[in-house]
T-cell receptor, first 111, second 113 residues
Framework: QQQVKQSPQSLIVQKGGISIINCAYENTAFDYFPWYQQFPGKGPALLIAIRPDVSEKKEGRFTISFNKSAKQFSLHIMDSQPGDSATYFCAASLYGQNFVFGPGTRLSVLP | DSGVTQTPKHLITATGQRVTLRCSPRSGDLSVYWYQQSLDQGLQFLIQYYNGEERAKGNILERFSAQQFPDLHSELNLSSLELGDSALYFC????????????FGQGTRLTVV
């Protein structure tokens, strides 16, 4: 019940395209859903986060879509750039006490 | 720079040994989380401390222990090390224990030989 599933495992997108990463969770008590971006040799960095009372949140080129009934949420990266090439992790937490991470998606944006 | 400092950056040690990883949270953050990241397991939550007290426990082995000191820095102790303990160990901190942003340090890469 604590698991967060993430797909795809890897993604290749052309520059300017849209990158879409999907996550699904089981525990309906989760109440905070962040996305992290990690570059090689670095720690994960918070990209954007959403709470379940909101269906969509947009920050610049990054958008989270949240579907509470389906227990799914996704990250959309518009106008993808080579600098966006990184590993992306979705996560879910309960009262901020235990961040459960998805397995990650390795994104490559081709120039 | 997230403001979370982890030392050392790299650590190579032999099986059976004990090591201590250190984390200094961002100024003002009371909550500290420890994670293990390995190639086949992804990011695994180990343990969380809030203002010196253990708040949540994940898949932390009995050979591992942690503590948070009065100045809010935290240490993760790994003992009787095995080859399989080789991984990146991340510390993250947040202001409180509720749903607030967690900021990650650069990690400590542990290699057990």
């Amino acid at each position: 019940q604590q698991q967060v599933k993430q797909s795809p495992q890897s993604l290749i997108v052309q520059k300017g395209g849209i990158s879409i990463i999907n996550c699904a969770y089981e525990n309906t008590a989760f109440d905070y859903f962040p996305w992290y971006q990690q570059f090689p040799g670095k720690g994960p960095a918070l990209l954007i986060a959403i709470r379940p009372d909101v269906s969509e949140k947009k920050e610049g080129r990054f958008t989270i879509s949240f579907n509470k009934s389906a227990k799914q949420f996704s990250l959309h990266i518009m106008d993808s750039q080579p600098g966006d090439s990184a590993t992306y992790f979705c996560a879910a937490s309960l009262y901020g006490q235990n961040f459960v991470f998805g397995p990650g998606t390795r994104l490559s944006v081709l120039p | 720079d997230s403001g979370v400092t982890q030392t050392p950056k790299h650590l190579i040690t032999a099986t059976g040994q004990r090591v201590t990883l250190r984390c200094s949270p961002r100024s003002g953050d009371l909550s500290v989380y420890w994670y293990q990241q390995s190639l086949d397991q992804g990011l695994q939550f180990l343990i969380q401390y809030y203002n010196g007290e253990e708040r949540a426990k994940g898949n932390i082995l009995e050979r591992f222990s942690a503590q948070q000191f009065p100045d809010l820095h935290s240490e993760l102790n790994l003992s009787s090390l095995e080859l399989g303990d080789s991984a990146l160990y991340f510390c993250a901190s947040s202001v409180a224990t509720g749903n607030t942003e967690a900021f990650f340090g650069q990690g400590t890469r542990l290699t057990v030989v």
